[in-house]
């Protein structure tokens, strides 16, 4: 998956969709573009004016096209927009000349709208890191607190009410101020409260909010990416830069359980909080070597003109998002300006909701109490549960490097976009439905064909990642962030409500397949009906007045 992405950013013809001139200008009549097409080394420069008369000059231009920037702030609305001839994003002419703090050739080959997905990739990955991390800890942590079942449930669980709490507020601040800001704050805000946790763990108020804190760093992490997705990458590279992402989830989980038991044994459980939250924090440092050469306005406007939505309000939140000087009204006022009401009349939306739920419940119970079950039904140890743990995340990035071209490819090739997101959404529900329905039913099979089971289908689980957590950018790239936002508010519930009532019901009824599976295959079976029945991709304009 990575090689295949990665291979298309050293191409000079990777395409991207954009507007004519006319369009935009048909969407925002309060600015007027004039479609200078001074073909100077292959490329087309289309200039914003904020009125008749008064365009970019010769010299503001050649000192964009230098990495210079123009006399006036970014935040003007003169900003160009670069288009190839062949009419791709032309990101990378001169920001290869730019200077972002590492001179490794391939990285300085790269597009900047690609080495924002591998950096925000590599978050993920630290950010599971620090969701697992907990998982394998809980095991010695508990013997050592004597916390049964039910507290380690609601130690686990208290994560996602941080998480649920921020996902709304989280998508509204990516599209105020943009995804990369709220990413790095993000990333801080988890990689100190993780460094927190052991200072804090013999006292459960205070473990509990240090977790409380890593939910809401790690909360608003996904609508930034997403809303980054959703202004800098095409549709035909989407699926791609989502499963390249969001993958990273996948690899952070297979890193932490790998990483964990030995670290837990050699240095003590304490240990793997004080060295994943590290690492946050390094990431953060040198994000910020690749934040200094990013444009992030050209692919704002490219990804808003390509889906034809109304820029009026896009021009705004470009103006609005780069300034942290905003004052109260403003930020009042861009708040209602958010159609919550056009959201929520959408059927589309109303699917998205569902399905996310769903799938974050399987997900979520899972990936706290896998480690546990494995323990128990295996008799494994502490490292042998963390590897066998390892196989479900490891099998979801196999299936992730296939789902994703598999989905562009049907894109490309003239599938409607809805039918793609469907048949990839049913795959990622149905499989694991019937793979768990398997593992739960006393069929007599050996402990490690059960492993096998259900890594296949919590493997296909991911296919996800080209349907569900692509369709908030198709139906609307401005408003992506806020869709992910609401949509991953009601999917932390299982978070809260799945992984604390797993704990209890394993308690009560001591059967894997009562506390485990058998709501998991519920929320499956009937989110794919949902899904099916009511998903959409087409664009959508989500007008106050709808």
Request: proline share 5%; charged share 15%; hydrophobic share 45%.
């Amino acid at each position: 998956m990575a090689s295949n992405f990665l291979m298309r950013s050293l191409s000079p013809h990777t395409r991207n969709p954009i507007s004519s001139p006319n369009t935009l200008h048909h969407h925002h009549k309060s600015s007027h573009l004039f479609s200078c097409q001074r073909r100077s080394s292959g490329f087309t420069i289309l200039s914003v004016s904020k009125g008749k008369g008064e365009v970019l000059s010769d010299e503001e231009r050649s000192r964009i096209l230098s990495g210079l920037g123009t006399a006036d702030s970014a935040l003007d609305e003169k900003n160009p927009i670069l288009e190839e001839d062949n009419g791709s994003l032309l990101d990378d002419s001169s920001s290869s000349k730019r200077n972002d703090g590492w001179k490794w050739a391939p990285w300085q080959r790269l597009p900047q709208r690609y080495k924002v997905v591998v950096t925000t990739s590599l978050a993920f990955v630290i950010c599971n890191m620090d969701k697992v991390n907990l998982s394998i800890a809980i095991i010695p942590m508990s013997h050592q607190f004597g916390w049964n079942a039910s507290m380690a449930g609601l130690v686990q669980s208290s994560f996602f009410w941080g998480y649920a709490l921020s996902q709304l507020p989280g998508g509204w601040l990516a599209k105020s101020f943009g995804g990369r800001r709220v990413l790095e704050i993000g990333v801080l805000t988890w990689s100190l409260a993780t460094i927190l946790v052991p200072s804090v763990a013999g006292y459960m108020p205070g473990l509990v909010f240090s977790r409380i804190l890593v939910g809401i760093g790690e909360g608003v992490s996904p609508s930034a990416a997403t809303d980054l997705i959703a202004r800098l990458i095409p549709l035909q590279e989407r699926s791609r830069a989502v499963a390249f992402v969001f993958g990273g989830l996948s690899i952070g989980s297979v890193l932490g359980l790998i990483l964990a038991p030995p670290l837990i044994q050699n240095f003590g459980w304490e240990s793997v909080f004080y060295i994943f939250g590290f690492l946050g924090v390094l990431w953060c440092l040198g994000f910020q070597l690749v934040k200094e050469g990013q444009s992030p306005i050209v692919g704002e406007y490219i990804s808003g003109m390509s889906h034809g939505i109304t820029t009026g309000s896009f021009l705004t939140s470009i103006s609005t998002r780069e300034k942290w000087s905003t004052s109260l009204r403003e930020v009042g006022a861009s708040l209602k300006d958010v159609p919550w009401k056009a959201f929520f009349r959408s059927p589309a939306v109303w699917a998205m909701i569902y399905a996310h739920f769903c799938g974050s419940w399987g997900h979520y119970t899972c990936l706290s109490w896998l480690p546990t079950y494995f323990s128990e039904e295996l008799d494994l140890n502490l490292t042998e549960a963390a590897w066998v743990s390892v196989l479900p995340p490891m099998a979801s990035i196999l299936v992730t490097s296939i789902a994703a071209p598999f989905a562009d490819n049907l894109i490309s090739s003239g599938v409607e976009t809805t039918t793609v997101r469907k048949i990839c959404q049913a795959i990622a529900f149905i499989s694991p439905a019937a793979c768990m329905i398997l593992s739960s039913v006393d069929l007599g099979l050996p402990p490690w064909e059960v492993v096998a089971i259900l890594t296949s289908g919590l493997g296909l689980s991911s296919f996800a990642l080209s349907g569900l957590y692509c369709t908030h950018q198709d139906i609307s790239p401005e408003y992506a962030s806020i869709l992910l936002g609401i949509t991953n508010t009601i999917g932390a519930v299982p978070g809260i409500v799945g992984v604390a009532l797993t704990g209890y019901l394993l308690d009560s009824t001591h059967s894997w397949s009562i506390s485990l599976f058998a709501p998991s295959i519920f929320f499956y079976l009937t989110g794919t009906v949902v899904w099916l029945s009511f998903a959409s991709s087409k664009p959508q304009s989500f007008s106050k007045g709808d």
